[in-house]
């Protein structure tokens, strides 16, 4: 068997490891972050199944103007950032075609699909299946004009095998009466599931692949030493040297930074997204719920309630904007009446986006033995586990359960 370097130590990266390892192979991970700080643990802690059908949406798009220039909307801009944007915003806009509409979401439900199941052996194999919380989950509408804006999504993803089911806001409170009781609809994502908490998680998977006997070097990766098509080495900040077989760059936004040194153009950007747990809400709430006009989400953890969402383009070294994230926490109140905020911990993560939305899994032709698991955007909790599986056979010479020629690094 193979030693294998994983660059990141994030949901993605955690489970490449283990699953790795378990297949006999000698791991080591590269993460310089606190375990379990990364882009999931300022998400809604979703099994995202039905996220299937991609950002650039046209209906999406017609929106996109006026956002980016309302520093409260659910997806902006800094202005810093605007014109190193400008070729990501043209082909994400290029894939709000119908044609590559019907074919990323093909390409996505592949992936989705399977994650649940995946999960959900990720989690027996470590011993804690209570984490995942399989209840559907519930977006809230206002209005007729609020639901248009998702019918062709929602239509497109049923066509796909999604199970979406149409119900009055009315019977949304009644499913779980901490909602307000007066939206007019709500729609059930009878695929989708939570976990109860998505740092607890990702430091349980780290806590396994430790005492199964893999190593965690603390530090960033900085460089490699290559071989023509060959890498031998990858350097960290602190001086290390790590050789190995392998390499798997699952860096999450970083990994845009490490492609470009293995000279791998990735077109990928770095979003910022925003959570805050609200810790004696006073609210007894039983399943994820999603405000579609306000951007947000709200996912009943195991201790806290976790307001989370926007989307915020920005520069990998940018400081947050906490004003985002206290916007949906006074939005949540129209969700939740009586809901109690006065403690609370801010959460920030930046999720790697892709302008085609599919993630980044597999070799490029350029470099024999490294394997990308990146670019997941908001599906790298859902999709964690699946990547594993789908990289382990990559590296094993195998061929994958599912085509992933569309998600190749040299696709950009």
């Known amino acids: 068997m193979s030693r294998v370097v994983v660059i990141g130590g994030g949901v993605v990266g955690i489970s490449c490891a283990l699953t790795l390892q378990s297949q006999g192979h000698s791991v080591t991970v590269v993460e310089p972050g606190p375990v379990g700080e990364g882009a999931s643990w300022a998400s809604c802690g979703c099994i995202a199944v039905g996220e299937i059908v991609p950002l650039s949406q046209p209906g999406m798009l017609m929106k996109v103007p006026g956002w980016l220039l309302d520093s409260e909307a659910p997806l902006s801009l800094r202005p810093a950032s605007a014109l190193k944007l400008i070729p990501w915003f043209a082909r994400f806009t290029a894939n709000a075609r119908r044609s590559k509409m019907r074919a990323i979401t093909a390409d996505l439900a592949q992936l989705t699909f399977a994650a649940t199941d995946d999960f959900k052996a990720q989690l027996a194999d470590v011993g804690h299946p209570e984490l995942l919380v399989e209840r559907p989950v519930i977006k809230l509408f206002d209005d007729d004009n609020d639901l248009a804006t998702m019918r062709a ?64 070097v603390s530090n960033a990766a900085v460089d490699f030493t290559r071989d023509g098509q060959h890498i031998q080495n990858v350097h960290t900040g602190d001086g290390r040297t790590l050789s190995a077989d392998e390499f798997v760059v699952a860096a999450g936004t970083h990994s845009r930074v490490l492609a470009k040194k293995l000279n791998i153009p990735l077109r990928m950007e770095g979003v910022i997204g925003y959570s805050t747990a609200l810790h004696d809400s006073g609210i007894d709430l039983r399943h994820t719920v999603f405000y579609a006009k306000g951007g947000f989400g709200i996912t009943p ?12 383009f ?35 993560g930046r999720r790697p986006f892709t302008p085609d939305t ?12 490294v394997t990308f698991a990146t670019g997941h955007g908001q599906l790298g909790l859902t999709l964690g586990a699946t990547t594993a599986r789908l990289v382990a056979d990559v590296i094993a010479g195998r061929v994958p359960s599912i085509d992933i020629q569309a998600f190749s690094p040299d696709r950009f």
């Not at 007019?184 to 009878?190: M, T």
């Not at 599931?193 to 199964?212: A, G, N, Y």
């Open 358 to 369: 599919r993630p980044i899994i597999g070799r490029s032709r350029r470099l024999t033995n």
């Open 153 to 216: 999504a929602f239509d497109l993803a049923r066509e796909f095998g999604c199970t979406i089911d149409q119900v009055s806001g009315h019977e949304a409170h009644e499913m779980d009466p901490a909602i307000a009781p007066d939206f007019k609809y709500a729609a059930l994502l009878r695929d989708w599931s939570f976990v109860t908490d998505p740092k607890l998680l990702v430091e349980i998977l780290m806590q396994s692949f430790t005492q199964r006997g893999g190593e965690i």
């Open 301 to 312: 953890y195991e201790d806290a309630l976790a307001v989370a969402g926007t989307a915020e």
């Open 314 to 348: 920005a520069d990998l070294n940018a400081q947050p904007d906490w004003n985002r994230a206290d916007v949906l926490v006074k939005r949540a109140h129209r969700v939740l009446p009586g809901l109690r905020t006065e403690k609370f911990e801010r959460r920030m």
